[in-house]
């Protein structure tokens, strides 16, 4: 809060605007971001793969999610952010993770999820121009442009997916094509994986 002026930080260049620095020139374009993210969740699905069904009700070590309730939890809002390309909302926090996703029995199911949901959403992204990755969105924690969403979405995949490598290993398998946090640029990670 500065006097009456009020802003929820999602993104450091919002927290710019709203001190009135000039945009970061050297910010990802979105294009970028979506090839960034789409290698993220084909990572995803080939990590779901590798996990024998009999674990896909093992607690992960993020919060005790199971990896069905963890991998929902990472595709619901692609499906989502991918609506609001055509609506300007961003319904987040709706779904309730556990119940939805218990729906997959198989680890099969799971990444035959996973697969629908990155095709589906690839298949609008690829179409955003930066006039369009620019266009306001409505979310439950206030406005933020295309081009914030995807690459708050994007952190938030990227993070899971490095979870649920320590979730194989934790189970005794090494993870296939581990994909770096170099595969993952222009997506910025922290440090911090829990």
């Not at 119940?99 to 629908?116: G, I, N, P, V, W």
Request: proline content about 5%.
């Amino acid at each position: 809060m500065l006097g009456e002026r009020h802003l929820a930080i999602f993104h450091v260049d919002q927290l710019g605007r709203f001190l009135g620095l000039p945009p970061d020139k050297n910010a990802p374009a979105y294009r970028d971001l979506v090839a960034a993210l789409e290698r993220v969740l084909e990572a995803v699905e080939r990590a779901v793969r590798q996990v024998p069904s009999a674990h896909l009700s093992t607690p992960t070590p993020n919060r005790g999610r199971d990896l069905r309730e963890l991998v929902y939890n990472i595709h619901d809002p692609i499906n989502l952010m991918r609506e609001s390309l055509e609506t300007g909302r961003f319904d987040w926090l709706t779904a309730d993770d556990f119940q939805e996703s218990r729906r997959f029995t198989t680890s099969a199911e799971l990444a035959q999820f996973c697969r629908a949901t990155r095709l589906h959403w690839v298949e609008r992204a690829i179409l955003v121009d930066a006039e369009e990755a620019m266009r306001s969105v409505w979310t439950p924690r206030g406005d933020l442009s295309q081009q914030q969403l995807l690459e708050a979405q994007a952190w938030h995949a990227a993070q899971h997916l490095r979870q649920i490598y320590v979730f194989l290993k934790e189970i005794g398998i090494t993870p296939i094509e581990e994909l770096t946090a170099d595969g993952m640029q222009p997506i910025k990670l922290g440090e911090e994986i829990f």
